[in-house]
Nanobody, 124 residues
């Protein structure tokens, strides 16, 4: 079956960096658009980043643009989220997800596969 397994979360001070990874199995990885979402307590799950199949095109909301970078390695079936200049408001559980639609990669409703999530906590 399809598995998406996130790693790399943790506790970091504001201004610091973290690198999240997602290892995919059970699906033709290079055929899927990969995304990252996050969910803070009491809030809806929100879009963080997406990358197309070839790893050429990316998509970010304004809240993380210039601070976060998504990349992928199709040979290793992994997608990575490099997070720099972290802020306390970045604190959330971060989820890796897979979809076939880059044009709507900002919408969580387009994703059919999800990981279990990894906690990121940014202290002030």
């Amino acid at each position: 079956q399809v598995q998406l397994v996130e790693s790399g979360g943790g506790l970091v001070q504001a201004g610091g960096s973290l690198r999240l990874s997602c290892a995919a199995s059970g699906l033709p990885f290079s055929n899927y658009v990969m995304g990252w979402f996050r969910q803070a307590p009491g809030k809806e799950r929100e879009f963080v980043a997406a990358i197309n199949r070839a790893g050429v095109n990316t998509n970010y909301p304004d809240s993380v643009k210039g601070r976060f970078t998504i990349s992928r390695d199709n040979a290793k079936n992994t997608v990575t989220l490099q997070m720099n200049s972290l802020k306390p408001e970045d604190t959330a559980v971060y989820y890796c997800a897979a979809t076939q639609f880059f044009s709507r990669s900002y919408s969580r409703n387009e994703y059919g596969y999800w990981g279990q999530g990894t906690q990121v906590t940014v202290s002030s």
